[in-house]
């Protein structure tokens, strides 16, 4: 009697788990792009963060004109802010960055439209 719980309850989780990671992997895909693109910074000067919002932490800072290789678009949806994740390589020194910039200053022509966001419910 206590294998068929056990065996029992470890079927549950091993179904409960499959659902989780199948979610995931959905909501995954719908914020990456289909294929990385190459742009230029248009801002002046623009901090590229460490994750998706303006209060994270700061791993450098871009200038108009470096050069951005980004895959994947983030929607902040609390600021309703676009935002990309890529590689941003300065000109002056040649470092590269890697980390979230925000979507207006790395996609100026756009050039690649951002996905619509989902709707609210």
């Not at 895959?71 to 890697?98: A, C, E």
């Not at 200053?105 to 439209?113: D, K, L, V």
């Amino acid at each position: 009697m206590i294998v068929r719980q056990r065996v029992k309850r470890a079927a549950v989780a091993g179904a409960l788990g499959l659902a989780v990671a199948s979610g995931g992997i959905a909501t995954a895909s719908t914020a990456q792009a289909a294929d990385t693109a190459t742009d230029k910074i248009s801002c002046k000067a623009i901090k590229v963060h460490k994750s998706a919002s303006k209060g994270s932490t700061t791993v450098g800072i871009a200038y108009k004109g470096d050069k951005i290789t980004y895959s994947q678009w983030v929607y902040q949806k609390s600021k309703k802010t676009w935002w990309v994740h890529g590689t941003v390589t300065r000109k002056s020194d040649h470092k590269k960055i890697r980390g979230y910039v925000v979507y207006q200053c790395a996609n100026p022509y756009n050039t690649w439209p951002a996905p619509t966001p989902p709707i609210p419910k």
